[in-house]
């Protein structure tokens, strides 16, 4: 006989149960928790591509430019194969190695590389930077592809 103790809100018993349905119970429990393996490796397996890109303004500092660039790329949210988008402006913090001296980001997932090359050339994107570049000096992008989470 083995001892299992359970637990019932805040108090806990005792029970006594056989050997072979110990085994059996934990076996069974065992065969549930493997049978989730599969999807997992699935998921794991999956990939996401992110886009990130920072505009630095030619007018550092003007509010009215900032609030047109972001206005564009509410605009760019539009492509369709975009999964999820964020538009942001530096954060306060103030750490050495951030960079703070951009003025918008723009961070958009991607199922993969093709879908971001789709989006490169679809007309939404070609006609944001055709009516917006005017604002910016410099874009920094980083793109990266890894396992999705």
């Not at 393996?37 to 030619?58: A, G």
């Not at 918008?104 to 490169?120: A, G, H, T």
């Not at 009516?131 to 910016?136: I, N, R």
Request: aromatic share 10%.
């Amino acid at each position: 006989m083995i001892k299992v103790y359970e637990v019932k809100g805040q108090q806990s018993t005792m029970k006594k149960i056989s050997r072979r349905t110990f085994i059996m119970n934990t076996t069974l429990a065992t065969a549930a928790v493997g049978a989730g393996l599969p999807n997992l490796e699935v998921r794991q397996k999956e990939s996401l591509f992110v886009h990130h890109v920072y505009f630095w303004l030619k007018k550092p500092g003007n509010e009215a430019d900032r609030a047109k660039l972001m206005e564009g790329l509410e605009k760019l949210s539009a492509v369709p194969n975009i999964k999820m988008v964020h538009i942001g402006t530096p954060a306060e913090t103030n750490r050495s190695v951030i960079e703070r001296g951009y003025a918008v980001s723009w961070l958009c997932f991607f199922k993969n590389l093709e879908d971001e090359e789709i989006y490169q050339k679809h007309p939404i994107h070609l006609k944001f930077v055709e009516e917006y570049s005017h604002l910016w000096e410099k874009v920094i992008v980083y793109d990266s592809v890894g396992p999705k989470r």
